[in-house]
């Protein structure tokens, strides 16, 4: 079992920048594929961004393309997602999840979650 808890969350304007980080621990860091979603109010969570276990492979949601980076530091169990140009419609709790095998896209893939960090973007 693997534990995670992210953070870097905050308020920022439009065109602005943030970088989320979520830690991991309990079973073996490289063991996972690792995700980042995300929620907004009134919506279902939809994948933003996954990796593989070494980082060699990466996925990303049409609507994050280009302006999100999803990275992983295997030596600090952590992951990132760094975020620029961010837009209103970015606004959401994002999570980071984990899971055994190859990224994938659908929530039920993904065995542990986080607790989530708010994203807010003013116009």
């Known amino acids: 079992q693997v534990q995670l808890v992210e953070s870097g969350g905050g308020l920022v304007q439009a065109g602005g920048s943030l970088r989320l980080s979520c830690a991991a621990s309990?079973?073996?860091?490289?063991?996972?594929?690792m995700g980042w979603f995300r929620q907004a109010p009134g919506k279902e969570r939809e994948f933003v961004a996954a990796i593989s276990w070494m980082g060699g492979s990466t996925n990303y949601a049409d609507s994050v393309k280009g302006r999100f980076t999803i990275s992983r530091d295997n030596a600090k169990n952590t992951v990132y997602l760094q975020m620029i140009s961010l837009k209103p419609e970015d606004t959401a709790l994002y999570f980071c999840?984990?899971?055994?095998?190859?990224?994938?896209?659908?929530?039920?893939?993904?065995?542990?979650w986080g607790q989530g960090t708010q994203v807010t973007v003013s116009s």
């Open positions: 999840a984990a899971r055994t095998g190859a990224p994938a896209i659908p929530t039920s893939a993904y065995n542990y």
């Open positions: 309990g079973r073996p860091f490289t063991t996972y594929s």
